[in-house]
Structure formats: structure tokens, C-alpha cells
């Protein structure tokens, strides 16, 4: 399974992060890449390779 994270827009009036250029650049290239896999905490990557 993968999970690249959470993408999270707020803003005190509509509008507000869609006018934000810098926060519409960073999700475009947060939605361009490929999603690491998902591991819980205690894991390892020597451990989730070998899965």
C-alpha cells in the first residue's frame, strides 16, 4: 500500500487558498510524484523490501 502523506488548503475566506501561487505549486508537484510505500513506524526498509 502506498501513502505519500496529506495535502491540507486553509484559508479564513473562499477563495483564499486558490489564490495562494506558492501553496498551488507545491500540490501540483505533491500530486506529480509517486507515493512512497506505506510502513509503520517500528519498520524498517531492510524489513519492508523483504515483504
Do not use: H, I
Not at 479564513?12 to 507515493?35: I, K, Y
Amino acid at each position: 500500500m502506498r501513502f505519500g502523506g496529506v495535502l491540507l488548503g486553509n484559508g479564513s475566506r473562499p477563495g483564499d487558498v486558490l489564490a495562494d501561487g506558492e501553496a498551488l505549486n507545491r500540490a501540483r508537484t505533491f500530486f506529480a510524484q509517486e507515493a512512497p510505500l506505506a510502513r509503520f513506524p517500528y519498520e524498517t526498509s531492510l524489513e519492508t523490501a523483504l515483504v
